[in-house]
Protein backbone atom coordinates (compact mmCIF):
# COMPACT_ATOMS: atom_id res chain seq x y z
CA UNK A 1 0.00 0.00 0.00
CA UNK A 2 1.45 3.49 -0.69
CA UNK A 3 2.33 5.24 2.42
CA UNK A 4 2.19 8.87 0.99
CA UNK A 5 -0.06 10.18 -1.07
CA UNK A 6 -0.23 13.50 -3.25
CA UNK A 7 -3.31 14.68 -4.75
CA UNK A 8 -2.75 17.93 -7.04
CA UNK A 9 -6.14 19.94 -7.18
CA UNK A 10 -7.85 20.25 -4.41
CA UNK A 11 -11.46 20.69 -6.39
CA UNK A 12 -14.51 18.08 -6.41
CA UNK A 13 -12.53 15.06 -8.12
CA UNK A 14 -9.09 15.38 -5.59
CA UNK A 15 -11.37 16.40 -2.42
CA UNK A 16 -13.22 13.32 -2.56
CA UNK A 17 -10.29 11.01 -3.04
CA UNK A 18 -9.05 12.37 0.05
CA UNK A 19 -12.13 11.65 1.95
CA UNK A 20 -12.41 8.31 0.43
CA UNK A 21 -8.46 7.42 1.29
CA UNK A 22 -9.09 7.87 4.74
CA UNK A 23 -12.46 5.99 4.83
CA UNK A 24 -11.02 3.40 3.26
CA UNK A 25 -8.57 3.29 5.55
CA UNK A 26 -5.29 4.80 4.16
CA UNK A 27 -2.99 5.25 7.05
CA UNK A 28 -0.77 6.79 5.35
CA UNK A 29 0.27 10.74 4.84
CA UNK A 30 -2.36 12.68 2.61
CA UNK A 31 -1.62 15.89 0.81
CA UNK A 32 -3.68 17.55 -0.77
CA UNK A 33 -2.44 20.54 -3.09
CA UNK A 34 -4.65 23.14 -4.56
CA UNK A 35 -4.05 26.20 -6.00
CA UNK A 36 -7.25 28.27 -5.01
CA UNK A 37 -7.35 30.06 -1.47
CA UNK A 38 -10.35 27.97 -0.55
CA UNK A 39 -11.11 24.21 0.84
CA UNK A 40 -12.21 22.11 -1.91
CA UNK A 41 -15.85 23.15 -3.27
CA UNK A 42 -18.61 22.57 -5.46
CA UNK A 43 -18.86 24.11 -8.84
CA UNK A 44 -22.54 23.65 -9.75
CA UNK A 45 -23.97 26.59 -7.87
CA UNK A 46 -21.37 29.17 -8.71
CA UNK A 47 -24.02 29.62 -11.99
CA UNK A 48 -27.23 28.71 -10.16
CA UNK A 49 -28.54 29.28 -6.39
CA UNK A 50 -25.06 30.84 -5.26
CA UNK A 51 -25.20 33.53 -8.22
CA UNK A 52 -28.85 34.13 -7.58
CA UNK A 53 -27.79 34.39 -3.78
CA UNK A 54 -29.68 31.70 -2.28
CA UNK A 55 -26.34 29.43 -0.97
CA UNK A 56 -23.25 30.99 0.77
CA UNK A 57 -19.64 29.71 0.24
CA UNK A 58 -20.62 27.25 3.89
CA UNK A 59 -23.22 25.65 1.40
CA UNK A 60 -20.45 25.24 -1.27
CA UNK A 61 -17.80 23.62 0.76
CA UNK A 62 -17.74 20.22 0.13
CA UNK A 63 -16.65 19.29 3.61
CA UNK A 64 -16.68 21.36 6.30
CA UNK A 65 -13.05 23.25 6.99
CA UNK A 66 -12.04 21.13 10.05
CA UNK A 67 -12.58 17.67 8.27
CA UNK A 68 -9.15 17.86 7.15
CA UNK A 69 -7.58 18.35 10.24
CA UNK A 70 -9.61 16.11 11.73
CA UNK A 71 -8.70 12.96 8.78
CA UNK A 72 -5.02 14.10 9.05
CA UNK A 73 -5.15 15.39 5.84
CA UNK A 74 -2.99 17.82 4.75
CA UNK A 75 -4.62 20.35 2.68
CA UNK A 76 -2.64 23.35 0.94
CA UNK A 77 -4.60 25.97 -0.93
CA UNK A 78 -2.91 28.71 -2.68
CA UNK A 79 0.07 25.87 -3.62
CA UNK A 80 0.86 25.57 -7.51
CA UNK A 81 2.43 22.46 -8.95
CA UNK A 82 4.45 23.37 -11.76
CA UNK A 83 6.52 19.86 -12.68
CA UNK A 84 6.29 16.15 -11.80
CA UNK A 85 9.10 14.32 -11.68
CA UNK A 86 8.13 10.74 -12.13
CA UNK A 87 11.71 8.88 -11.97
CA UNK A 88 12.46 10.76 -8.51
CA UNK A 89 8.75 10.73 -7.22
CA UNK A 90 8.17 14.43 -6.25
CA UNK A 91 6.04 17.59 -7.28
CA UNK A 92 7.67 21.40 -7.37
CA UNK A 93 5.84 23.64 -6.61
CA UNK A 94 5.36 27.70 -7.21
CA UNK A 95 6.82 28.59 -3.61
CA UNK A 96 9.87 26.24 -4.71
CA UNK A 97 9.00 23.69 -2.08
CA UNK A 98 9.06 19.72 -3.18
CA UNK A 99 6.63 17.28 -2.11
CA UNK A 100 7.60 13.46 -2.79
CA UNK A 101 5.15 10.79 -3.06
CA UNK A 102 4.20 6.96 -3.30
CA UNK A 103 1.27 7.31 -5.79
CA UNK A 104 -0.17 10.91 -7.18
CA UNK A 105 -3.26 12.01 -7.92
CA UNK A 106 -3.87 14.37 -10.68
CA UNK A 107 -7.08 15.98 -10.18
CA UNK A 108 -6.16 19.30 -11.93
CA UNK A 109 -9.54 19.95 -13.55
CA UNK A 110 -10.41 22.22 -16.49
CA UNK A 111 -10.22 25.06 -17.50
CA UNK A 112 -12.77 27.74 -19.44
CA UNK A 113 -11.66 27.89 -23.25
CA UNK A 114 -10.60 31.24 -24.53
CA UNK A 115 -11.53 32.38 -27.88
CA UNK A 116 -8.46 34.22 -30.33
CA UNK A 117 -10.29 37.12 -31.29
CA UNK A 118 -9.32 40.72 -31.25
CA UNK A 119 -10.20 42.08 -27.77
CA UNK A 120 -10.39 38.39 -26.14
CA UNK A 121 -7.94 39.67 -23.72
CA UNK A 122 -9.56 43.10 -22.68
CA UNK A 123 -9.82 43.00 -18.64
CA UNK A 124 -13.92 43.05 -18.64
CA UNK A 125 -13.83 40.13 -20.11
CA UNK A 126 -15.62 37.18 -17.70
CA UNK A 127 -15.28 33.84 -17.58
CA UNK A 128 -17.06 31.43 -14.91
CA UNK A 129 -15.34 28.83 -13.34
CA UNK A 130 -13.71 29.64 -10.00
CA UNK A 131 -15.37 30.94 -6.83
CA UNK A 132 -13.72 34.32 -7.83
CA UNK A 133 -15.03 34.36 -11.14
CA UNK A 134 -18.72 33.71 -9.76
CA UNK A 135 -18.06 36.86 -7.50
CA UNK A 136 -16.94 38.86 -10.37
CA UNK A 137 -20.07 38.20 -12.36
CA UNK A 138 -22.54 38.72 -9.46
CA UNK A 139 -21.14 42.03 -8.88
CA UNK A 140 -22.10 42.60 -12.49
CA UNK A 141 -25.02 41.53 -12.25
CA UNK A 142 -28.29 43.27 -11.19
CA UNK A 143 -31.74 45.95 -12.28
CA UNK A 144 -30.47 48.00 -15.54
CA UNK A 145 -27.61 46.04 -16.14
CA UNK A 146 -27.27 43.78 -19.54
CA UNK A 147 -24.76 40.63 -19.48
CA UNK A 148 -24.08 39.29 -23.43
CA UNK A 149 -23.03 35.89 -22.62
CA UNK A 150 -20.86 34.16 -25.36
CA UNK A 151 -21.25 30.53 -25.85
CA UNK A 152 -24.96 28.88 -25.36
CA UNK A 153 -23.75 25.81 -23.49
CA UNK A 154 -24.84 25.00 -19.87
CA UNK A 155 -22.82 27.39 -18.16
CA UNK A 156 -23.95 29.95 -20.33
CA UNK A 157 -27.26 29.07 -20.56
CA UNK A 158 -27.40 28.78 -16.44
CA UNK A 159 -26.07 31.94 -16.16
CA UNK A 160 -28.56 33.79 -18.37
CA UNK A 161 -31.50 32.06 -16.15
CA UNK A 162 -29.46 32.96 -13.02
CA UNK A 163 -29.06 36.71 -14.44
CA UNK A 164 -32.69 37.27 -15.04
CA UNK A 165 -33.43 35.86 -11.65
CA UNK A 166 -31.14 38.90 -10.06
CA UNK A 167 -33.04 41.39 -12.71
CA UNK A 168 -30.33 41.52 -15.38
CA UNK A 169 -31.09 41.58 -19.36
CA UNK A 170 -28.94 38.44 -20.66
CA UNK A 171 -28.44 38.21 -24.16
CA UNK A 172 -27.00 34.93 -25.42
CA UNK A 173 -24.53 34.86 -28.48
CA UNK A 174 -23.87 31.46 -30.25
CA UNK A 175 -21.83 30.74 -32.94
CA UNK A 176 -24.08 27.22 -33.60
CA UNK A 177 -27.37 26.90 -35.20
CA UNK A 178 -28.91 25.89 -32.29
CA UNK A 179 -27.63 26.37 -28.20
CA UNK A 180 -26.30 22.93 -26.58
CA UNK A 181 -25.42 21.61 -30.35
CA UNK A 182 -22.33 19.77 -28.79
CA UNK A 183 -24.22 18.55 -25.98
CA UNK A 184 -27.99 17.93 -26.65
CA UNK A 185 -30.94 16.60 -28.98
CA UNK A 186 -32.23 19.54 -31.32
CA UNK A 187 -35.63 18.99 -29.27
CA UNK A 188 -33.49 19.77 -26.05
CA UNK A 189 -32.20 22.75 -27.59
CA UNK A 190 -35.82 24.02 -28.93
CA UNK A 191 -37.08 23.79 -25.75
CA UNK A 192 -34.79 25.71 -23.87
CA UNK A 193 -34.28 27.90 -26.17
CA UNK A 194 -38.10 28.75 -25.92
CA UNK A 195 -37.98 28.36 -22.21
CA UNK A 196 -35.07 31.29 -22.30
CA UNK A 197 -37.50 33.59 -24.96
CA UNK A 198 -40.82 33.41 -22.92
CA UNK A 199 -38.20 34.34 -19.80
CA UNK A 200 -37.11 37.66 -21.53
CA UNK A 201 -33.68 36.32 -22.88
CA UNK A 202 -32.03 37.28 -26.18
CA UNK A 203 -31.35 34.11 -27.67
CA UNK A 204 -29.24 34.63 -31.19
CA UNK A 205 -27.73 31.46 -32.97
CA UNK A 206 -25.48 30.92 -35.80
CA UNK A 207 -24.26 34.64 -34.57
CA UNK A 208 -20.11 34.22 -34.93
CA UNK A 209 -18.53 36.49 -32.54
CA UNK A 210 -15.36 38.45 -34.21
CA UNK A 211 -14.10 41.16 -31.57
CA UNK A 212 -14.70 42.45 -27.71
CA UNK A 213 -15.20 46.22 -28.66
CA UNK A 214 -15.74 48.82 -26.15
CA UNK A 215 -19.32 48.66 -26.50
CA UNK A 216 -19.75 45.15 -26.39
CA UNK A 217 -19.91 42.67 -29.12
CA UNK A 218 -18.85 42.53 -32.85
CA UNK A 219 -20.89 39.58 -34.80
CA UNK A 220 -19.48 38.23 -38.42
CA UNK A 221 -22.32 40.05 -39.64
CA UNK A 222 -21.26 43.55 -38.99
CA UNK A 223 -23.98 43.55 -35.60
CA UNK A 224 -22.78 44.96 -32.25
CA UNK A 225 -24.47 43.58 -29.30
CA UNK A 226 -24.08 45.87 -26.71
CA UNK A 227 -23.80 44.93 -23.10
CA UNK A 228 -21.87 46.25 -20.25
CA UNK A 229 -21.07 42.86 -18.87
CA UNK A 230 -19.10 40.19 -20.96
CA UNK A 231 -18.96 36.68 -20.00
CA UNK A 232 -17.17 33.62 -22.52
CA UNK A 233 -18.52 30.30 -22.26
CA UNK A 234 -17.38 28.40 -24.98
CA UNK A 235 -16.32 25.13 -22.94
CA UNK A 236 -13.34 23.89 -21.34
CA UNK A 237 -10.27 22.41 -22.01
CA UNK A 238 -8.30 20.09 -19.86
CA UNK A 239 -5.61 21.41 -17.44
CA UNK A 240 -3.37 18.20 -18.27
CA UNK A 241 0.06 20.35 -19.18
CA UNK A 242 1.85 19.15 -15.77
CA UNK A 243 0.91 15.67 -17.44
CA UNK A 244 2.39 16.01 -20.96
CA UNK A 245 5.36 17.85 -19.72
CA UNK A 246 5.70 14.66 -17.27
CA UNK A 247 5.63 12.17 -20.16
CA UNK A 248 2.75 10.85 -19.13
CA UNK A 249 0.17 9.72 -21.96
CA UNK A 250 -2.18 12.32 -22.94
CA UNK A 251 -5.16 12.33 -25.57
CA UNK A 252 -7.78 14.98 -25.20
CA UNK A 253 -7.03 15.17 -21.72
CA UNK A 254 -5.05 12.68 -19.07
CA UNK A 255 -5.44 9.35 -20.23
CA UNK A 256 -6.26 6.43 -17.92
CA UNK A 257 -8.17 3.23 -17.67
CA UNK A 258 -10.72 2.19 -15.56
CA UNK A 259 -9.32 2.03 -12.21
CA UNK A 260 -8.03 6.18 -13.03
CA UNK A 261 -4.59 4.48 -13.56
CA UNK A 262 -2.40 6.53 -15.82
CA UNK A 263 0.96 5.32 -18.41
CA UNK A 264 2.73 5.60 -15.04
CA UNK A 265 1.75 3.31 -12.79
CA UNK A 266 2.86 5.52 -9.48
CA UNK A 267 0.11 8.08 -10.57
CA UNK A 268 -3.22 8.12 -11.15
CA UNK A 269 -5.76 11.34 -12.80
CA UNK A 270 -9.27 11.69 -12.13
CA UNK A 271 -12.58 14.60 -12.99
CA UNK A 272 -12.20 16.68 -15.90
CA UNK A 273 -8.74 16.83 -16.67
CA UNK A 274 -8.98 13.05 -18.06
CA UNK A 275 -9.75 10.95 -21.25
CA UNK A 276 -11.11 7.85 -19.93
CA UNK A 277 -12.89 5.06 -20.68
CA UNK A 278 -16.27 4.16 -20.60
CA UNK A 279 -17.24 0.70 -19.53
CA UNK A 280 -21.17 0.81 -20.11
CA UNK A 281 -20.84 2.69 -23.62
CA UNK A 282 -18.45 -0.20 -24.93
CA UNK A 283 -14.85 1.31 -23.34
CA UNK A 284 -15.34 4.44 -25.81
CA UNK A 285 -12.79 7.14 -24.28
CA UNK A 286 -14.70 10.74 -23.70
CA UNK A 287 -13.75 13.65 -21.38
CA UNK A 288 -16.45 13.89 -18.94
CA UNK A 289 -16.78 16.93 -17.14
CA UNK A 290 -19.49 16.49 -14.62
CA UNK A 291 -19.40 15.57 -10.49
CA UNK A 292 -20.61 11.98 -11.29
CA UNK A 293 -17.73 11.18 -13.06
CA UNK A 294 -15.30 13.55 -10.33
CA UNK A 295 -16.79 11.06 -7.85
CA UNK A 296 -16.82 8.07 -10.17
CA UNK A 297 -12.95 8.37 -10.62
CA UNK A 298 -12.54 9.50 -6.95
CA UNK A 299 -13.85 5.98 -6.00
CA UNK A 300 -11.56 4.32 -8.56
CA UNK A 301 -8.41 5.93 -7.62
CA UNK A 302 -8.68 5.65 -4.56
CA UNK A 303 -9.64 1.96 -4.08
CA UNK A 304 -6.92 0.94 -6.26
CA UNK A 305 -4.29 2.87 -3.88
CA UNK A 306 -5.89 1.07 -1.18
CA UNK A 307 -6.03 -2.30 -2.94
CA UNK A 308 -9.57 -2.56 -2.56
CA UNK A 309 -11.64 -4.37 -5.27
CA UNK A 310 -12.94 -1.80 -7.85
CA UNK A 311 -16.02 0.03 -7.40
CA UNK A 312 -18.70 -1.49 -10.37
CA UNK A 313 -18.63 0.80 -13.96
CA UNK A 314 -21.14 3.13 -13.34
CA UNK A 315 -23.61 5.11 -16.02
CA UNK A 316 -22.25 8.76 -17.08
CA UNK A 317 -24.68 11.70 -16.12
CA UNK A 318 -25.21 15.25 -15.62
CA UNK A 319 -27.70 17.43 -14.34
CA UNK A 320 -28.13 20.96 -14.96
CA UNK A 321 -31.00 23.52 -13.37
CA UNK A 322 -32.55 26.53 -15.34
CA UNK A 323 -35.61 28.13 -13.87
CA UNK A 324 -38.02 25.39 -12.43
CA UNK A 325 -36.28 22.99 -14.74
CA UNK A 326 -34.46 20.13 -13.64
CA UNK A 327 -32.71 18.77 -16.75
CA UNK A 328 -30.71 14.96 -16.11
CA UNK A 329 -28.83 13.24 -18.43
CA UNK A 330 -28.02 10.07 -18.40
CA UNK A 331 -26.02 7.85 -20.77
CA UNK A 332 -24.13 9.36 -24.38
CA UNK A 333 -26.00 9.20 -27.90
CA UNK A 334 -23.79 8.10 -30.15
CA UNK A 335 -24.75 5.02 -31.96
CA UNK A 336 -28.38 5.73 -31.41
CA UNK A 337 -30.02 4.90 -34.67
CA UNK A 338 -33.53 7.06 -33.59
CA UNK A 339 -34.84 8.80 -30.85
CA UNK A 340 -38.69 8.76 -28.79
CA UNK A 341 -40.44 11.82 -27.21
CA UNK A 342 -42.33 10.74 -23.80
CA UNK A 343 -44.43 14.15 -22.79
CA UNK A 344 -44.47 17.26 -25.07
CA UNK A 345 -41.37 19.77 -25.36
CA UNK A 346 -44.10 22.18 -26.05
CA UNK A 347 -45.05 22.79 -23.05
CA UNK A 348 -42.09 24.71 -21.82
CA UNK A 349 -44.00 26.73 -18.61
CA UNK A 350 -45.52 25.49 -15.69
CA UNK A 351 -46.18 21.43 -15.92
CA UNK A 352 -43.26 21.05 -18.64
CA UNK A 353 -41.77 17.61 -18.51
CA UNK A 354 -40.12 15.18 -21.34
CA UNK A 355 -37.70 13.15 -21.88
CA UNK A 356 -36.22 12.24 -24.89
CA UNK A 357 -34.62 8.46 -25.36
CA UNK A 358 -31.55 8.10 -27.33
CA UNK A 359 -31.90 4.06 -28.63
CA UNK A 360 -29.72 1.65 -30.81
CA UNK A 361 -31.96 -0.98 -31.66
CA UNK A 362 -34.17 -1.96 -28.74
CA UNK A 363 -31.50 -0.55 -26.06
CA UNK A 364 -31.53 2.97 -24.53
CA UNK A 365 -27.97 4.50 -24.85
CA UNK A 366 -29.16 7.93 -23.57
CA UNK A 367 -32.11 9.85 -21.66
CA UNK A 368 -32.48 13.42 -21.75
CA UNK A 369 -35.24 14.37 -19.03
CA UNK A 370 -36.70 17.48 -18.06
CA UNK A 371 -38.35 17.62 -14.45
CA UNK A 372 -38.67 13.92 -15.31
CA UNK A 373 -37.20 12.02 -12.53
CA UNK A 374 -39.00 8.80 -12.67
CA UNK A 375 -37.85 8.60 -16.44
CA UNK A 376 -33.88 9.51 -15.56
CA UNK A 377 -34.03 6.82 -13.05
CA UNK A 378 -35.12 3.96 -14.55
CA UNK A 379 -33.75 5.00 -18.13
CA UNK A 380 -30.18 4.91 -16.61
CA UNK A 381 -30.64 2.01 -15.00
CA UNK A 382 -31.78 0.35 -17.95
CA UNK A 383 -28.96 1.76 -19.65
CA UNK A 384 -26.32 0.15 -16.96
CA UNK A 385 -28.69 -3.06 -17.40
CA UNK A 386 -28.36 -2.99 -21.21
CA UNK A 387 -32.51 -3.84 -20.82
CA UNK A 388 -34.04 -4.31 -24.05
CA UNK A 389 -37.08 -1.85 -24.19
CA UNK A 390 -40.43 -2.62 -26.17
CA UNK A 391 -40.61 1.43 -27.97
CA UNK A 392 -44.39 1.79 -27.95
CA UNK A 393 -44.76 1.96 -24.63
CA UNK A 394 -42.04 3.81 -23.60
CA UNK A 395 -43.12 6.56 -26.04
CA UNK A 396 -46.68 6.31 -24.45
CA UNK A 397 -46.49 8.55 -20.78
CA UNK A 398 -49.58 6.72 -19.38
CA UNK A 399 -47.90 4.21 -18.80
CA UNK A 400 -45.48 3.94 -15.96
CA UNK A 401 -41.36 3.78 -16.31
CA UNK A 402 -41.52 0.84 -14.30
CA UNK A 403 -43.69 -1.03 -16.03
CA UNK A 404 -41.47 0.27 -19.67
CA UNK A 405 -38.56 -1.18 -17.25
CA UNK A 406 -39.96 -4.63 -16.55
CA UNK A 407 -40.05 -5.14 -20.24
P1 LIG B 1 -12.24 21.07 -10.45
O1 LIG B 1 -13.39 21.00 -9.52
O2 LIG B 1 -12.24 22.16 -11.48
O3 LIG B 1 -10.91 21.17 -9.58
C1 LIG B 1 -9.63 21.24 -10.13
C2 LIG B 1 -8.76 22.04 -9.20
O4 LIG B 1 -7.39 21.85 -9.55
C3 LIG B 1 -9.00 23.54 -9.27
O5 LIG B 1 -9.23 24.07 -8.00
C4 LIG B 1 -7.70 24.09 -9.87
O6 LIG B 1 -7.39 25.37 -9.39
C5 LIG B 1 -6.71 23.06 -9.38
N1 LIG B 1 -5.47 23.01 -10.16
C6 LIG B 1 -5.33 22.99 -11.50
N2 LIG B 1 -4.03 22.97 -11.84
C7 LIG B 1 -3.32 22.97 -10.68
C8 LIG B 1 -1.93 22.95 -10.37
N3 LIG B 1 -0.99 22.93 -11.33
N4 LIG B 1 -1.55 22.96 -9.07
C9 LIG B 1 -2.49 22.98 -8.08
N5 LIG B 1 -3.82 23.01 -8.32
C10 LIG B 1 -4.22 23.00 -9.60
N6 LIG B 1 -21.25 19.36 -13.28
C11 LIG B 1 -22.41 18.70 -13.07
O7 LIG B 1 -22.40 17.47 -13.00
N7 LIG B 1 -23.59 19.37 -12.96
C12 LIG B 1 -23.66 20.73 -13.02
O8 LIG B 1 -24.74 21.30 -12.90
C13 LIG B 1 -22.45 21.46 -13.21
N8 LIG B 1 -22.45 22.81 -13.23
C14 LIG B 1 -21.27 23.49 -13.35
C15 LIG B 1 -21.28 24.88 -13.33
C16 LIG B 1 -20.09 25.60 -13.45
C17 LIG B 1 -20.12 27.10 -13.41
C18 LIG B 1 -18.86 24.91 -13.61
C19 LIG B 1 -17.56 25.67 -13.75
C20 LIG B 1 -18.84 23.52 -13.64
C21 LIG B 1 -20.04 22.80 -13.50
N9 LIG B 1 -20.06 21.40 -13.52
C22 LIG B 1 -21.24 20.73 -13.34
C23 LIG B 1 -18.83 20.63 -13.74
C24 LIG B 1 -18.20 20.19 -12.44
O9 LIG B 1 -18.11 21.24 -11.52
C25 LIG B 1 -16.83 19.62 -12.75
O10 LIG B 1 -16.99 18.51 -13.60
C26 LIG B 1 -16.09 19.19 -11.48
O11 LIG B 1 -15.80 20.30 -10.68
C27 LIG B 1 -14.80 18.48 -11.88
O12 LIG B 1 -14.02 18.23 -10.74
P2 LIG B 1 -12.43 18.26 -10.85
O13 LIG B 1 -11.93 18.05 -9.47
O14 LIG B 1 -11.99 17.41 -11.96
O15 LIG B 1 -12.08 19.75 -11.29
Known amino acids: MANRVLIIGAGHAGGTAAALLRQYGHEGSIVLAGEEPAAPYQRPPLSKAWLKGEADLEALLLRPESFYEEHEVELRTGATATAIDPAARRVSFADGTVEPYDALILATGSRARRL ?145 RTSDPAIWAIGDATFRPIPVHGGRRRRLESVPNALEQAKQAASAIVG ?89 PSVSMKLVAAG
Not at 124 to 130: A, G, K, S
Not at 229 to 256: M, S, T, W, Y
Not at 320 to 337: E, M, T, V
Not at 340 to 367: M, N, Q, T
Open 116 to 260: AIPGADRPELMELRTLADAERLKAALGPGRRLAIVGGGYVGLEAAASARALGAEAVVIERMDRVLARVASETLSAFFTARHRSEGVEVLTGAEVTAFEDAGVRLADGRLIEADALLVGVGAVACDDLARAAGLECGNGVIVDEQA
Open 308 to 396: RPAPAPEVPWFWSDQYDLKLQIAGLPDGADRQIVRGDPGVIGEGASFAVFHLEGDRILCVEAVNAPAEFMAGRMMIGKATPVDAVKLAD
